[in-house]
């Protein structure tokens, strides 16, 4: 995967796709500061991870673009805390 530099414009606007998201797929976390800090293409430039930054650190939501059909084609909520078991507090 290929990072997209941070001031890219967007291949298409998927905000919309991105509102519809049913409120529980994000399960208790916040995205509405709709904040990107990463986005990557895969290496043939088919699809797009857009990371949708929430107000838990290590949580986003991810948004799938086709990059040739110009579709979203999925979100999955991405939780490293869960995943790694990483830890929110310095102990």
Known sequence: MKRVPID????????PCFEAIPESDFEKHDCSERKVD???TDSKGSFQ???ISSS?????????????????????????????G???HAD
């Not at 890219?8 to 905000?15: I, K, L, N, Q, S």
């Open 86 to 88: 990483l830890s929110l």
């Open 38 to 40: 990463n986005a990557r």
């Open 8 to 15: 890219a414009t967007p291949p298409f606007d998927f905000w």
């Open 49 to 51: 991870h857009v990371l």
């Open 56 to 84: 838990t650190p290590n949580v986003f939501m991810v948004i799938v673009l086709g990059l040739q059909s110009g579709v979203v084609h999925g979100h999955r909520l991405f939780d490293l805390n869960r995943e790694y």
